[in-house]
């Protein structure tokens, strides 16, 4: 049996592929919905690399327009740590979207 020879490329992106995953990220924002008015303050976990306010707003628009909501603005975006002193404030939009 011949031994497997891989190319120094190719490990550093197996490497890249199977390596630990990207630290989880969250974002605290503002919604509303109108007719009659309505608001939320809600806490929501950002998938992939959507770790600043831009791209999490862009990623969040969508999955809060599908339930009737436009997003206002972007609080903060922070890590882990910070769940579990948003969680009451969040309320019922904790994790929701």
């Known amino acids: 049996m011949r031994p497997l020879i891989v190319s120094a490329a190719l490990a550093a992106t197996l ?14 924002y503002k919604a509303k919905r109108d007719d009659p008015l309505r608001l939320h303050y809600g806490v929501a976990e950002l998938r992939g690399d959507a770790c600043d306010p831009e791209t999490a707003a862009a990623a969040l628009r969508p999955r809060l327009a599908d339930a009737g909501w436009q ?7 922070f890590g882990e740590e910070g769940l579990a002193q948003r969680k009451d404030t969040a309320g019922e939009y904790y994790l929701r979207f």
């Open 15 to 28: 490497a890249l592929a199977t390596g630990p995953a990207a630290a989880a990220c969250y974002a605290d």
């Open 71 to 77: 997003l206002l603005n972007i609080v903060s975006i």
